[in-house]
């Protein structure tokens, strides 16, 4: 199996780290994700470039700058700024529908997952909470697809952990987010600039999901 990354950058920012390291708290190297470095750990081929198409028909991704790149399946990871006005499979709002297994709900060999996806069954927030841990599942249900197995099903967390950066190497957590029940929930974490996790709670973090 060959896989292949095309993205526009290179160095993708870590939106969650942008308040910190514009703040100071994080050097860019930290702040950024080495994606040809990345590619080279998953055995990938990485382009840099901008995907303008899609050609169904023919099976290929039409890029900006390179040749139409043949494929055998597809999966869109733009994020939630796209330019979708003409975007197969795009629903309202402009997000592409997908069923549980990350499928597009217009052709079953393009997927999709991250902020670009919408699950009809599943209203999600556009958080990299649910694009993180939509990950492995796209990863395993693409394989699946290609072998003819069957896919399973993403079944999201139903609550999670917000975090909001106080800027002083700080953050508070106003709310467990999905538990309405917990709602009044409010600790002071300490974010330890050098192991990036909260070090310090109070002793109710122990009803928390782990963020990711
Ligand atoms: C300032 C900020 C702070 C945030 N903080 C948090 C947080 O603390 N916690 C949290 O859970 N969520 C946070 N979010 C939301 C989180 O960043 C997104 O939910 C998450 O990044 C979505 O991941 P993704 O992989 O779907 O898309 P992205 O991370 O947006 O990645 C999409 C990638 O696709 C590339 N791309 C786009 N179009 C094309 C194209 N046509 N061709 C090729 N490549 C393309 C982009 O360059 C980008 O690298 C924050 C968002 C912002 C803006």
Redesign the pocket.
């Known amino acids: 199996m060959c896989l292949t990354v095309?993205?526009?950058?290179v160095h993708?920012?870590?939106?969650?780290?942008?308040?910190g390291y514009v703040s100071g708290h994080y050097s860019y190297d930290e702040a950024h994700i080495d994606?040809p470095r990345l590619a080279v750990f998953a055995g990938a081929r990485l382009y840099r470039?901008?995907?303008?198409g899609i050609d169904r028909a023919g099976g290929k991704v039409l890029?900006?700058n390179r040749p139409p790149l043949p494929y055998d399946r597809v999966s869109i990871?733009?994020?939630?700024?796209?330019?979708l006005s003409g975007v197969l499979g795009a629903g309202a709002g402009g997000f592409v529908l997908v069923n549980d297994q990350l499928q597009t709900l217009t052709d079953l060999n393009i997927f999709a997952?991250?902020?670009?996806?919408a699950m009809p069954n599943y209203p999600l927030?556009?958080?990299?909470?649910?694009?993180?841990r939509?990950g492995l599942p796209l990863a395993g249900n693409l394989r699946r697809n290609v072998q003819g197995r069957t896919l399973h099903a993403y079944q999201p967390q139903s609550n999670?952990l917000?975090?909001i950066?106080t800027g002083n190497c700080y953050a508070n957590t106003p709310l467990n987010h999905g538990a309405p029940e917990d709602s009044s929930y409010s600790a002071s974490l300490n974010l330890h600039r050098a192991s990036k996790t909260p070090v310090s709670a109070n002793s109710r973090t122990r009803h928390l999901t782990p963020?990711?």
């Open positions: 095309i993205c526009t950058d993708t920012p870590s939106s969650g780290m942008l308040p994606l470039d901008d995907v303008v890029c900006r990871n733009i994020g939630s700024t796209p330019h997952a991250g902020d670009i996806a927030e556009k958080a990299g909470v649910f694009a993180v939509m999670w917000a975090l950066s963020a990711p």
